[in-house]
């Protein structure tokens, strides 16, 4: 994983969600990426205030298809996390129980600390991991806007930005940038952290450093998911 990110995109900052309604019942138990899902549209309904469309989840997990996005929510409603509302295509209700078990998700994650997600290597893109490797105690409201994980840079593409191979990356989650913001981007199950900027339909993931290329995607034909934005930067020796 790049600049620790996302493929470890399993839900930054969230455990595995149980139906409390039934939580004896192995089928409800959240698989990590309706988890991800779960948090996706609980931070939609929280910063934008209406519920993502399915374009947006499939845009935003690197998904084929709407019909994945939409096989995922069938499952959440199965589940009585949410309801889905036909007729409109925000048509996405968090039921009672999902944001009690998210409260209590976030509170918990407070309390231990950030998750260090996986591995977001500043250079080439690497396959990314979905592993939690520790939970450093850091305070998320230390950062403007609040932090949601952690991600351990490996390589030196992002050096003249001050972020050096080693480092730990404050991560605001989130799915849209501007120009010139420092992202992680996920390019199908790949993570980087660079710098972004749109021209049209091409988006570019330049490095600050001269030794790298700038990545160049044709978003007509290859998605690109933003991940989250760097808020941040940590010496792990600290």
């Known amino acids: ?19 409390t309604a039934n939580a004896a019942d192995p089928a409800s138990i959240l698989t990590p990426r309706q988890n991800e899902i ?9 910063t934008r205030g209406v519920p993502p469309t399915r374009e947006e989840i499939a845009r935003a997990f690197g998904f084929r298809s709407l019909n994945a996005a939409e096989q995922h929510l069938q499952a959440l409603q199965k589940k009585g996390l949410i309801e889905l509302l036909a007729g409109t295509s925000r048509g996405i209700r968090l039921k009672t129980v999902a944001q009690d078990a998210l409260q209590a998700i976030g509170a918990a994650a407070r309390e231990l600390g950030l998750p260090l997600i996986g591995k977001v290597a500043a250079g080439s893109p690497i396959l990314a991991q ?27 593409s992002m050096r003249d930005a001050g972020i050096l191979d080693g480092d730990w990356l404050a991560v605001h989650r989130q799915d849209q940038a501007s ?11 790949d993570v980087t952290v ?7 339909s091409r988006a570019e993931l ?10 160049i995607v044709d978003l007509r034909r290859e ?7 760097v808020v941040g930067v940590i010496r792990s020796s600290v």
């Open 130 to 156: 979905e592993n939690v490797l520790k939970r450093p105690v850091v305070d998320a409201s230390l950062f403007k806007p609040r932090a949601d994980y952690l991600l351990e840079v490996r390589g030196m």
């Open 206 to 215: 330049i490095a600050e450093n001269p030794d790298y290329a700038p990545i």
């Open 38 to 46: 779960l948090e996706f549209i609980r931070q939609a309904l929280t």
């Open 194 to 200: 660079k710098r972004f900027r749109l021209k049209g």
């Open 223 to 229: 998605p690109l998911a933003i991940e989250g934005l």
């Open 179 to 189: 120009n010139g913001q420092l992202v992680v981007a996920r390019l199908g199950d």
């Open 1 to 19: 994983m790049s600049t620790n990110g996302p493929t470890a995109f399993n839900a930054p900052g969230a455990a595995n969600i149980a139906n």
